[in-house]
């Protein structure tokens, strides 16, 4: 099984619909991101969580919220989708200060 | 300005070759800098992790750090197929552990 598990890994919507992606990790790290990816604009930073009561935004959090449940569990919602937010979604952990990222496998978002 | 910029390519070469794989960063902040491997419907991966000036060589892999000119380097030696994919470098400082990431190169290695 996959240390970061995201779901759904594809999901297809409409505009103004509220939108959650899961992500969930064995690995007993306490830092948590969700990153979107898109062709040309590389991987950007949407919100990060360095423990279960810190949320800290990244460099693109309009239009998202998240919520972490738990150690292992980091939830991101749109609230009300809109096409623009058409992309590749990663969810991602690190141990603490070594930086490296563990990502899980991305959910494909497609916002009609 | 982007403060990592990465040619996206794609960049095609044949089995064996030498791979050449560049960034240029513009935060003087940045004190370590890592290269991430993503193959095709997967999330990237570690590859190299650096965080000073010089070359570190892992098998067929060798990051280089030049901080004087800002500038970031992958090498692969004897490119092999299964290198295939796109390429991620990113910056980062210590005490903030928020990487910067670089658009990507994708990389595709002829049989």
């Known amino acids: 099984d996959a240390d970061v598990t995201q779901t759904p890994r594809n999901r297809i919507t409409k505009t103004g619909k509220r939108i959650m992606l899961e992500c969930s990790q064995t690995?007993?790290?306490?830092?948590m991101y969700w990153y979107r990816q898109d062709p040309g604009l590389g991987l950007r930073l949407i919100y990060y969580?360095?423990?279960?009561?810190?949320?800290n935004k990244g460099e693109i959090s309009d239009g998202y919220s998240v919520s972490r449940q738990a150690q292992a569990k980091f939830s991101l919602s749109l609230e009300s989708a809109i096409p623009n937010q058409t992309a590749l979604y990663f969810c991602?952990?690190?141990?603490?200060?070594?930086?490296?990222?563990?990502f899980g496998e991305g959910s494909r978002l497609t916002v009609l | 300005q982007k403060e990592v910029e990465q040619d996206p390519g794609p960049l095609s070469v044949p089995e064996g070759a030498i791979v050449s794989l560049n960034c240029t960063y513009s935060?003087?902040?940045?004190?370590?800098f890592m290269w991430y491997r993503q193959y095709s419907r997967k999330g990237p991966e570690l590859l190299m992790y650096?965080?000073?000036?010089g070359n570190k060589e892992d098998g067929r892999f060798t990051a280089q750090v030049d901080k004087s000119s800002k500038y970031i380097s992958l090498f692969i030696r004897d490119s092999q197929p299964s290198d295939s994919a796109t390429y991620l470098c990113?910056?980062?400082?210590?005490?903030?552990?928020?990487?910067?990431f670089g658009t990507g190169t994708r990389l595709t290695i002829i049989p």
């Open positions: 969580s360095f423990d279960v009561k810190d949320i």
């Open positions: 650096t965080y000073s000036s």
């Open positions: 991602a952990t690190s141990r603490g200060r070594t930086g490296e990222l563990f």
């Open positions: 690995k007993g790290h306490d830092r």
């Open positions: 935060n003087s902040a940045f004190q370590y």
């Open positions: 990113a910056g980062a400082t210590f005490g903030n552990e928020k990487l910067t």
